[in-house]
């Protein structure tokens, strides 16, 4: 210890200050953090501490990615919203690009006078690039909408979206972990900005967004975001399997191809985020909205809906047949949907890729045994166009799978025959085969 003593930089600290405590800092004034947002380009700021039950289901990744988190500090950055709404995609993307880096410079900016301040601080990326390694399951550090709402700055409409109650959806959210905790914190708004208009029902070209509230994830992941993850992956696999260019060329046309490019060249780009384009929502945003509502819609959805472009679906899928019911003019490209890599992914990514149309008529309960290198027992009940998954297993089943999980999911990434499997009795069926059909055809992949 007598070297470390004698350290010009351990003398040059000591010198010039005490050591830091392992203490955590006392409260820092909320009032103060919320201005140093402000002040360092966010357009609201709220806070929330990492006790709260709105973050129960996300705490440990939190914690996991910053150990010392004791508040959180949520912040908006509004988005030029003609851009968004403009029916060249280029325009919209361009914004949203910006917006993006914009808001991670925010973060960073308030981390960085937070440590100048003595408070230790993360800023967690807002948008890409996030943890890949974990795909396709939970890939980000911070789910920023949730943690928005909680801090009193919007609440989710029926898009998905959180709307800011000035601001509307025009927004990106961002998060900042703090190592210590604030004089206060918000609570989320006592109403729900969202006005039920359901622009956002008819403007998006997949059927997303059900009339009734429903929302179809893997719909608006297949689409809209056809250029990230699982997209992309799919187009290499169509590279892969095309033995020519001519076979290349009957799948792929050639300004897709461009647009791959571009993505790769630019950033990805969304196909349409239509939801967020047409939302007349928030005090700043619903002006036109109010003075013609005819007017409003021939201006800004009717442009989206009548624009000719490729629609991503899953063959099979309740996108499809929305798709060619609501939107026959818009060709649609038949791609692969998600493939899940673990009997756990396969498990939890269940309500994200369930079809509720494809499973009209269909009233079952499923057991699930899976054996060899990832052992799980996990009960599926489909009823009445509902998903409900537990683990263990429940009640008596109408249809009993006992598979081993690395068989199984082979069948599922479509690298196994299930019939071959079923002949060698590495899948076991206790119950009608139909059933096993019906489950089928409510996650088509």
């Given at each position: 210890?007598?070297?470390?003593?004698?350290h010009?930089?351990?003398?040059?600290?000591?010198?010039?200050t005490?050591l830091?405590?392992?203490?955590?800092?006392?409260p820092?004034d909320?009032a103060?953090?919320?201005a140093?947002?402000?002040?360092c380009?966010a357009?609201?700021?709220?806070?929330?501490?990492?006790?709260?039950?709105?973050?129960?289901?996300?705490r440990?990744?939190?914690?996991?990615?910053?150990p010392?988190?004791?508040?959180?500090l949520?912040f908006?950055?509004?988005?030029?919203r003609d851009?968004?709404?403009?029916?060249?995609?280029?325009v919209?993307?361009?914004?949203?690009?910006?917006?993006?880096?914009?808001?991670?410079?925010v973060?960073?900016?308030?981390?960085?006078?937070?440590d100048?301040?003595?408070v230790p601080?993360?800023?967690?990326?807002?948008?890409?690039?996030?943890e890949m390694?974990?795909?396709?399951?939970?890939?980000?550090?911070?789910?920023h909408?949730?943690v928005a709402?909680?801090?009193?700055?919007?609440?989710?409409g029926?898009?998905?979206?959180?709307?800011?109650?000035r601001?509307g959806?025009?927004?990106?959210f961002?998060?900042v972990?703090?190592?210590?905790d604030?004089?206060a914190?918000?609570?989320?708004?006592?109403?729900?900005?969202?006005?039920?208009c359901?622009?956002?029902?008819?403007?998006?070209?997949?059927?997303?967004?059900?009339?009734?509230?429903?929302?179809?994830?893997?719909?608006?992941?297949t689409?809209?975001?056809r250029e990230?993850?699982?997209g992309?992956t799919?187009w290499v696999e169509?590279?892969?399997?095309?033995d020519?260019?001519?076979?290349y060329?009957?799948r792929?046309?050639d300004?897709?191809?461009a647009?791959?490019?571009?993505?790769?060249?630019?950033?990805?780009?969304?196909?349409?985020a239509?939801?967020l384009?047409?939302?007349?929502?928030?005090?700043?945003?619903?002006a036109?909205f109010?003075?013609?509502?005819?007017?409003?819609v021939a201006?800004?959805v009717?442009?989206?809906?009548q624009?000719?472009?490729?629609?991503?679906v899953?063959p099979?899928?309740?996108?499809e047949?929305?798709?060619?019911?609501?939107?026959?003019?818009?060709?649609?490209?038949k791609v692969s949907?998600?493939?899940p890599t673990?009997?756990?992914g396969?498990?939890?990514?269940?309500?994200?890729?369930?079809?509720?149309?494809?499973?009209?008529?269909l009233?079952?309960?499923?057991?699930?045994?899976?054996?060899?290198?990832e052992p799980?027992?996990?009960?599926?009940?489909i009823?009445?166009?509902?998903?409900a998954?537990?683990?263990?297993?429940?009640g008596?089943?109408?249809c009993a799978?006992?598979?081993?999980?690395d068989?199984w999911?082979?069948?599922?990434?479509?690298?196994?025959?299930?019939?071959?499997a079923?002949?060698?009795?590495?899948?076991?069926?206790?119950g009608p085969?139909?059933?096993?059909?019906?489950f089928?055809k409510?996650?088509?992949?």
């Amino acid at each position: 210890m007598a070297a470390l003593d004698d350290h010009p930089t351990v003398r040059a600290v000591r010198a010039r200050t005490a050591l830091p405590t392992t203490e955590p800092p006392r409260p820092i004034d909320a009032a103060w953090l919320k201005a140093l947002a402000l002040e360092c380009g966010a357009d609201d700021a709220g806070l929330v501490a990492i006790d709260r039950p709105e973050l129960d289901d996300q705490r440990a990744d939190i914690r996991a990615a910053y150990p010392p988190v004791r508040a959180l500090l949520s912040f908006v950055c509004r988005m030029n919203r003609d851009a968004v709404k403009a029916p060249a995609r280029s325009v919209s993307n361009l914004e949203f690009h910006h917006t993006i880096d914009h808001t991670d410079e925010v973060a960073r900016a308030i981390v960085r006078r937070l440590d100048a301040a003595g408070v230790p601080a993360l800023n967690p990326p807002s948008g890409f690039p996030m943890e890949m390694q974990q795909f396709p399951g939970k890939i980000w550090v911070v789910s920023h909408k949730p943690v928005a709402v909680a801090a009193g700055l919007g609440r989710m409409g029926i898009h998905r979206n959180v709307i800011h109650p000035r601001f509307g959806n025009f927004v990106l959210f961002g998060t900042v972990l703090i190592g210590a905790d604030a004089s206060a914190q918000g609570a989320p708004i006592d109403y729900n900005p969202c006005l039920s208009c359901k622009l956002c029902v008819a403007a998006c070209p997949v059927g997303a967004i059900g009339a009734d509230g429903h929302f179809d994830p893997s719909a608006c992941l297949t689409h809209n975001y056809r250029e990230f993850m699982g997209g992309f992956t799919d187009w290499v696999e169509t590279v892969v399997e095309s033995d020519s260019k001519t076979a290349y060329r009957k799948r792929v046309a050639d300004a897709e191809t461009a647009s791959l490019w571009q993505s790769l060249a630019f950033g990805p780009n969304y196909k349409a985020a239509y939801c967020l384009a047409v939302c007349p929502a928030g005090e700043d945003v619903i002006a036109p909205f109010l003075q013609n509502r005819a007017g409003f819609v021939a201006e800004v959805v009717k442009p989206l809906q009548q624009k000719e472009e490729p629609l991503y679906v899953v063959p099979g899928s309740d996108a499809e047949q929305y798709a060619a019911r609501k939107f026959p003019h818009k060709p649609q490209r038949k791609v692969s949907g998600i493939r899940p890599t673990s009997i756990a992914g396969f498990l939890r990514g269940m309500p994200i890729v369930f079809q509720r149309e494809q499973s009209a008529g269909l009233n079952a309960v499923y057991h699930f045994t899976f054996t060899g290198h990832e052992p799980a027992e996990a009960t599926v009940t489909i009823r009445d166009k509902t998903l409900a998954v537990q683990t263990g297993l429940h009640g008596t089943p109408a249809c009993a799978i006992t598979a081993d999980s690395d068989r199984w999911l082979g069948f599922l990434r479509k690298e196994r025959s299930i019939v071959w499997a079923l002949v060698r009795r590495k899948v076991r069926v206790k119950g009608p085969l139909r059933l096993l059909t019906a489950f089928g055809k409510c996650f088509p992949s």
